[in-house]
Nanobody, 123 residues
Framework: QVQLVESGGGLVQTGGSLRLACAGSGRAFSSYAMAWFRQAPGKGREYVAYISGRVGITYYADSVKGRFTISRDNAKNTVYLQMNSLKPEDTAVYYC????????????????WGQGTQVTVSS
């Protein structure tokens, strides 16, 4: 069983930056692939970024490529999402997820989820 807790959300102006963190429990954390998703009001859950287990291969949604960076510190059981050049359309609740059982960009394949953290970008 893995528990995930996100932090770092908040209110920021357009062009600003935030760093989200997702702290996980469990000794197998470092072996789990992780991802960030987001959900804006009235919309479905959208894939944002993915990082594989120990090797740390990363992939990004086109909408955030070049602005967001996903990373992980396995010694701290934590995954990060550095978000730069934020835009109003980045406003959403951001969720971390772990242990996908299928294509990494599908939210339905992830076994564990955090509770989410709100990110609001003002124009």
């Amino acid at each position: 069983q893995v528990q995930l807790v996100e932090s770092g959300g908040g209110l920021v102006q357009t062009g600003g930056s935030l760093r989200l963190a997702c702290a996980g429990s469990g000794r197998a954390f470092s072996s789990y692939a992780m991802a960030w998703f987001r959900q804006a009001p009235g919309k479905g859950r959208e894939y944002v970024a993915y990082i594989s287990g120990r090797v740390g291969i990363t992939y990004y949604a086109d909408s955030v490529k070049g602005r967001f960076t996903i990373s992980r510190d396995n010694a701290k059981n934590t995954v990060y999402l550095q978000m730069n050049s934020l835009k109003p359309e980045d406003t959403a609740v951001y969720y971390c997820a772990s242990n996908p059982r299928g294509p990494y960009y599908y939210s339905s394949v992830y076994e564990y989820w955090g509770q989410g953290t709100q990110v609001t970008v003002s124009s």
